[in-house]
């Protein structure tokens, strides 16, 4: 007696029938446990990209949308006069242009967002976009921030800004 028919018996045995249907079940089975942890291993911040409203800019790479305090992911601008405390290197330029290159790159746009995590005052740190473009990205190549490796939480900026890589 063969226990695996051959595959083109013209009258398969039922054994060979109730075999394939678990092969191919168990396929499934694998086929969806394979979705499920490709989808856990997508943090929900980079699947959920939600409004923003009622913002206004704090400074070079921080908003104020309603009652969030937002901080652009990755970047750094330069301080606003006084901010720069004298324990840490501060980035060089203008802080007032910095604040308004902002101000223009999210001005009559759709913002979105995408959160990432808390920064150690509370602010949440966040991808950005008006109408679909990284703001980070464009302080970047602008020259109104610096890309700062260390910030920049599973290398977003660092992939999606050729400024960043420069």
């Known amino acids: 007696m063969k226990l695996w028919p051959h595959p083109l018996d013209p009258e398969p045995k039922s054994g060979w029938i109730t075999i394939a249907v678990w092969l191919v079940g ?3 089975v694998v086929m969806l446990a394979a979705s499920l942890v490709a989808c856990a291993a997508v943090s929900p911040t980079t ?3 939600e409004p923003l409203s009622a913002c206004s800019v704090t400074d ?4 104020r949308c309603q009652d969030e305090r937002v901080r652009l992911l990755g970047i750094d601008a330069p301080e606003m006069p006084g901010h720069c405390r004298q324990d840490r290197t501060c980035v060089e330029g203008d802080p007032l242009e910095s604040k308004l290159a902002l ?3 999210i ?13 150690r005052y509370g602010r949440t740190l966040a991808l950005v976009f008006a109408d679909k473009q990284d703001v980070s990205c464009i302080l970047l190549a602008g020259g109104y921030a610096v890309y700062v490796e260390r910030w920049d939480n599973g290398r977003r900026i660092h992939n999606d800004c050729p400024a960043a890589a420069q």
Do not use: M, P
Request: overall charge positive.
């Open 26 to 28: 168990l396929s499934l």
């Open 47 to 49: 699947r959920d990209r």
């Open 60 to 63: 070079g790479d921080t908003l």
């Open 103 to 105: 101000e223009q790159a």
């Open 107 to 119: 001005a009559q746009k759709r913002l979105t967002i995408e959160r990432v995590a808390k920064d």
